[in-house]
């Protein structure tokens, strides 16, 4: 592209969803505002953010061109992403998550916002703005879609007059077609031998998966310990050990697996519903609570969330706000929640059944005190 197509970065472009909420910022400072301004606000926070990477001109096109939209890229990796380009400062980072969080429980339950929620989205708001400001990118940004005045992004033809003729059958190379064929028959025998040995063997994930539902944790827990060594990448093996480990009162190690399975998918609903059910297990209500709405964000459809948030309002002493949650919940989902009970508000979750002949208390390998775990961080 020429260089005077390029562009220079215009922070009021930037600051465009803020700009529009600018009578919502004032009037929560004038104590005029409410619940549907601090929304407002949180989202137009995170436009501001979407907006900063898309004119990062050190992000590749590929990641600009999905910064705009939630589905391709979520709120969690969008701030991964600026922080690893260090973007975004810590702590505006963290106030944005704090009205992230006020906005969703305003928007699922209803209420007044407190006033902890107007401080944290008029901050975040005057934040954002300081920082896109005194922050302007440096070097020009080629746009990744469009060009000015109908150019192409096809290189002009090289300007040379010379005709070009045609060249005469009998000097055409011959094409080696055996050669070929030989080729592309060791090339399908080698993708053939690659597939049969990767299909070779059993998998220990599918396997413990298997002995968990008969109820054989012992052995569900042995190759999920298996899985997670020959996968290191995967985060699923972890997301098991650690429901074993709380389900046999060790919230230590299940601490330590949800942890390790986050680091590697931290936007796996079923990793943060067990740490907010683990929370919930050390009487950290309120912060599980927080946690199990960041669960539904990322699955409307899970039940086990809803019941946890269900529990932890309960437990919290917001029977109110519990009663609000469950009416909004999807009618599939309230028909599974019947299993909360009133006296102790603990979702009753399905447990694996009993492997016949199976030992009535499984034993795993005992780590207790092998490794400190610090307290959990909502």
Request: charge should be neutral.
């Amino acid at each position: 592209m020429p260089i005077d197509a390029a562009m220079t970065h215009d922070p009021e472009n930037t600051l465009k969803p803020l700009r529009g909420v600018e009578g919502d910022v004032i009037a929560l400072r004038t104590g005029k505002g409410g619940a549907a301004a601090v929304v407002r606000i949180a989202r137009a926070a995170e436009g501001v953010l979407r907006r900063m990477l898309r004119d990062d001109p050190t992000a590749s096109v590929e990641l600009r061109l999905r910064a705009l939209s939630p589905d391709d890229l979520h709120t969690g990796e969008l701030l991964a992403e600026l922080r690893r380009r260090d973007r975004l400062p810590m702590e505006l980072a963290a106030a944005f998550h704090e009205l992230t969080a006020a906005a969703n429980r305003l928007a699922t339950e209803g209420g007044d916002a407190a006033p902890r929620d107007v401080e944290v989205a008029v901050a975040t708001a005057d934040g954002l703005e300081r920082h896109v400001l005194s922050n302007p990118y440096e070097s020009h940004l080629e746009d990744p879609v469009l060009t000015p005045g109908g150019e192409t992004l096809i290189p002009p033809a090289p300007e040379d007059g010379e005709p070009v003729h045609a060249v005469p059958a009998s000097r055409r190379a011959a094409v080696p077609w055996a050669m070929v064929g030989a080729g592309a028959a060791l090339l399908a025998l080698a993708i053939l031998a690659f597939v049969l040995m990767r299909g070779r063997g059993p998998d220990p994930l599918s396997e413990g998966k298997a002995a968990y539902t008969r109820g054989d944790t012992a052995r569900a827990f042995s190759l999920f310990d298996e899985a997670s060594r020959k996968r290191p990448k995967a985060a699923e093996p972890h997301y098991y050990m650690a429901q074993i480990y709380r389900q046999r009162g060790r919230p230590q190690e299940a601490a330590r697996e949800l942890r390790e399975g986050l680091a590697l998918a931290p936007t796996d609903p079923r990793l943060n519903t067990e740490l907010a059910y683990l929370m919930l297990d050390q009487g950290r209500a309120p912060q599980a609570a927080e946690r199990f709405r960041a669960a539904i964000l990322l699955d409307s459809t899970s039940a086990p969330a809803w019941a946890g948030l269900v529990s932890a309002l309960r437990r919290a002493g917001r029977p109110d706000q519990a009663n609000r949650v469950l009416a909004r919940a999807p009618l599939e989902v309230r028909s599974l929640i019947g299993a909360v009970r009133a006296d102790t508000a603990v979702y009753a979750a399905p447990l694996p059944v009993p492997a016949p002949g199976g030992m009535a208390t499984p034993t795993m390998p005992d780590t207790t005190g092998t490794l400190a775990v610090p307290p959990l961080q909502p």
